[in-house]
């Protein structure tokens, strides 16, 4: 009967040390994804906006966006609206916060009769902090 012992040079040493490899791709991977998907959570909705001279004032993190087209319709973010909707709608938007600032953007052909008309079914709706959105003018 043969009878082996183990001596210290039979030991294969061990490494504590992180593949730290994984965690770089996913990483990466991430960035990627992000990248694409930030442009996207943009509101886009082609309006013809007048210019302004004011000041750019900082942009809360999700704000939103009111948006009367040229054909007087109505917008909230990406989604068309009804005109009779629109208290619903942004209760649905906000939360019911009516602290919220709405941005209110209108095409340059909109008459000031009609956006006039959409900021008074704001304020009907208690939304009393609406900011008016334009391009920078230098």
């Not at 965690?23 to 906006?49: H, Q, S």
């Not at 009804?82 to 600032?101: F, S, V």
Request: hydrophobic residues 50%; proline residues 5%; aromatic residues 4%.
């Amino acid at each position: 009967m043969a009878l082996r012992l183990r001596h210290a040079e039979d030991e294969i040493a061990e490494h504590h040390e992180i593949n730290v490899t994984p965690f770089i791709d996913v990483m990466l991977v991430l960035l990627i994804i992000f990248m694409v998907a930030a442009p996207l959570a943009t509101v886009d909705i082609a309006v013809d906006l007048p210019a302004s001279t004011a000041k750019r004032q900082p942009r809360p993190d999700k704000p939103i966006f009111l948006t009367v087209k040229a054909d007087h319709s109505l917008a909230l973010g990406d989604q068309k609206i009804d005109r009779q909707a629109l208290p619903g709608a942004l209760d649905k938007a906000t939360e019911k916060n009516r602290d919220e600032r709405i941005f209110l953007q209108a095409d340059r052909s909109v008459d000031y009769g009609d956006l006039m008309a959409v900021m008074n079914a704001l304020r009907a709706a208690g939304y009393l902090k609406v900011a008016l959105v334009g391009l920078e003018s230098h």
